[in-house]
């Protein structure tokens, strides 16, 4: 395994995290995630993420549960709020109630004293952005949480928080985490660039484009143990499933077997080209796919395979 800092912070994660959206607590039975968790462990992953809303706290339980044999020291945990997490008009959003309670509750849940990381799950507009960072401050005073980041901000909105962290002396966010793919490349046009400029660096999801970018959906089949298959999962993938963009996964497979690796593995390398990215944040269901995922480290791209899968993409 291979580590790079979280943005500008000394935190060191390793390139490849692992996430439990759509996975623990739902789809992959308890015992499959315990051993799929350690086998990212004992293969040099540290980066784990979750969230509350994820499945109501059940992938923060199962995460925590099966890391609970590890020194504490030796892994880095996440968390996150903004989804609603109940039907009261404050179970929900950014504001200073609903973060806290929410930290403290994933605190319970986990039976930690800390988070390394606390996410703001999206951008809440009808919260002042130094109400929330102010919450955070001073969680992060109280040794509750150890570093902030966003999820899904865009670049104003990064600005925004910088300006407000300067002006009240807040910790700044070190991290943002957004869906990055070579199926969307959003944040290269100005979220990248920005987070550069600030020190804050991206802890991407959907690396691999909800198994897409497995060359799994071939003529657009869906597997029955895919992803896909399961109808509270299927709108994040059946969009992507067209002639189109099957056609280039196809492609793509094609110059993976000439570098004599699988489609996951080129996917991923071509995610850690990107020196803005600090992780590769994957959501594996079995001990085999992290095993075939932390491969991707391994891999430098050349110019010339870049330039060639540029082409296809384009």
């Not at 199962?62 to 890391?67: D, E, I, P, R």
């Not at 102010?134 to 902030?148: F, P, T, V």
């Not at 807040?170 to 990248?192: A, C, G, S, T």
């Not at 003529?219 to 963009?245: H, T």
Request: aromatic share 8%.
């Amino acid at each position: 395994m291979k580590y790079r800092r979280l943005g500008k912070s000394g935190l060191k994660v390793s390139e490849i995290s692992l996430g439990s959206w759509l996975t623990y607590g739902k789809s992959v039975e308890d015992n499959t995630a315990t051993k799929t968790i350690h086998k990212a462990y004992e293969l040099g992953i540290n980066f784990f993420d979750s969230a509350n809303v994820y499945e109501r706290g059940e992938g923060e339980r199962v995460m925590s549960t099966a890391l609970k044999e590890y020194p504490r020291e030796s892994y880095v945990i996440t968390t996150k709020a903004f989804w609603p997490m109940g039907d009261g008009p404050n179970d929900r959003g950014l504001s200073r109630k609903h973060v806290t309670e929410q930290l403290h509750n994933s605190l319970k849940r986990m039976n930690l004293d800390y988070v390394d990381v606390f996410y703001c799950h999206r951008y809440d507009p009808e919260t002042p952005v130094d109400e929330t960072l102010r919450a955070i401050d001073d969680l992060i005073r109280q040794g509750k949480i150890l570093y902030a980041g966003v999820s899904e901000w865009t670049a104003a909105q990064i600005e925004e928080a910088i300006g407000v962290a300067d002006k009240y002396l807040l910790d700044h966010i070190v991290v943002n985490q957004p869906q990055y793919n070579m199926f969307h490349r959003y944040i290269e046009k100005e979220v990248i660039p920005v987070s550069e400029k600030y020190g804050i660096g991206q802890v991407v999801f959907s690396p691999l484009a909800q198994g897409v970018l497995t060359g799994k959906y071939k003529g657009s089949k869906v597997p029955e143990d895919s992803r896909a298959a399961n109808d509270s999962i299927n709108n994040f993938i059946s969009g992507m499933l067209n002639e189109d963009v099957l056609r280039k996964v196809n492609q793509l497979g094609v110059v993976a077997k000439e570098l004599d690796i699988t489609l996951p593995t080129l996917a991923l390398a071509w995610i850690l080209r990107q020196p803005n990215v600090s992780s590769a944040l994957i959501g594996a269901s079995r001990p085999s796919q992290v095993e075939e995922n932390v491969k991707a480290v391994c891999i430098k791209l050349s110019t010339d395979v870049l330039d060639q899968i540029e082409s296809i993409l384009a």
